[in-house]
C-alpha cells in the first residue's frame, strides 16, 4: 500500500468510527478512500445508530 488510496470495507469503517487507533491513522493520511455501496448500507441500517450518528456517517461518507 502506497498511502495513496485505500479501499475500506465495513469493517474498516467501523474500527475508525469506534476510534481504532491504527485505522485512524491510516485514513488521515490518505487523501483519497473508496468504499462500496453495500458498506454504505450496512454502515446506515445499524439499528443502535441516532439520527446524528446517521448524519455523521453520511459526512464522512460524502468526503470520499
Known sequence: ?????????????IYFFEGG??????VVKTPEIYFSAISEIELLSAAHLTQNEMDLIRTFL???
Not at 500500500?1 to 469503517?13: L, P, Q, S, V, Y
Not at 487507533?21 to 491510516?26: L, Y
Open 1 to 13: 500500500m502506497n498511502g495513496n488510496k485505500i479501499f475500506m470495507d465495513t469493517n474498516a469503517f
Open 21 to 26: 487507533s491504527k485505522i485512524t491513522e491510516i
Open 62 to 64: 460524502s468526503l470520499c
